[in-house]
T-cell receptor
Framework: DMKVTQMPRYLIKRMGENVLLECGQD?????MYWYRQDPGLGLQLIYI???????SEGDIPKGYRVSRKKREHFSLILDSAKTNQTSVYFC?????????????FGPGTRLLVL | GEKVEQHESTLSVREGDSAVINCTYT??????FPWYKQEAGKSLHFVID?????DRKQSQRLIVLLDKKAKRFSLHITATQPEDSAIYFC???????????FGQGTKLSIKP
């Protein structure tokens, strides 16, 4: 059963705290993504990971970093969260980047930074 | 890089009618255009795609048209049903970087 999981699903943090969002997939997909979704802006790409320890900035990487130590697991880290990082964060995976492969999305994490 | 514009932010149609959602893109080299659906409070899932070697693709009640000359593609949902209510996102694959560029989304409401 092809699945992308995200933990936690909901998170409230205070400004300046560190945030760790976790994503897992059971499809052995090479490529994984982190997006954020804000009303009227669609999906914005934060980071792409091509495989273990092979990560690349997306369109809005500032204030975020990522870690991928295992193919099935991709983490998004916010060091010292800011209120403008309140958003819904989606992780996705696809078989590869070079092809035209379908992206499978996780259920999302709603992050509120106070 | 590629930019994708989704022209209708909201769309309301009567149940049984057809709905059309339009998108434009900027990079003539783009060759892959998927559509994703997001139901209320849920995640996105793939619904249909089209590649640049064809100008029309159909999957049941979904039809995608691609006009490469105008750099425009559209999603047609025929015989709409209540479960078609959702936000639909178009996307184009950036030729150079391989990533998907998403439109802003169209919220489709199906009226009884």
């Amino acid at each position: 059963d092809m699945k992308v999981t995200q933990m936690p699903r909901y998170l409230i943090k205070r400004m300046g705290e560190n945030v760790l969002l976790e994503c897992g997939q059971d499809m052995s997909h090479e490529t994984m993504y982190w997006y954020r979704q804000d009303p009227g802006l669609g999906l914005q790409l934060i980071y792409i990971s091509y495989d273990v320890d092979s990560n690349s900035e997306g369109d809005i990487p500032k204030g975020y970093r990522v870690s991928r130590k295992k193919r099935e697991h991709f983490s998004l880290i916010l060091d010292s969260a800011k209120t403008n990082q309140t958003s819904v964060y989606f992780c996705a995976s696809s078989l590869s980047l070079g092809g035209q492969d379908t992206q499978y999305f996780g259920p999302g994490t709603r992050l509120l930074v106070l | 890089g590629e930019k994708v514009e989704q022209h209708e932010s909201t769309l309301s149609v009567r149940e049984g009618d057809s709905a059309v959602i339009n998108c434009t893109y900027t990079d003539t080299a783009s060759s892959y255009f998927p559509w994703y659906k997001q139901e209320a409070g849920k995640s996105l899932h793939f619904v249909i795609d089209i590649r640049s070697n064809v100008d029309r693709k159909q999957s049941q009640r979904l039809i995608v048209l691609l006009d490469k000359k105008a750099k425009r593609f559209s999603l047609h949902i025929t015989a709409t049903q209540p479960e078609d209510s959702a936000i639909y996102f178009c996307a184009a694959r950036d030729y150079n970087q391989g990533k998907l560029i998403f439109g802003q989304g169209t919220k489709l409401s199906i009226k009884p």
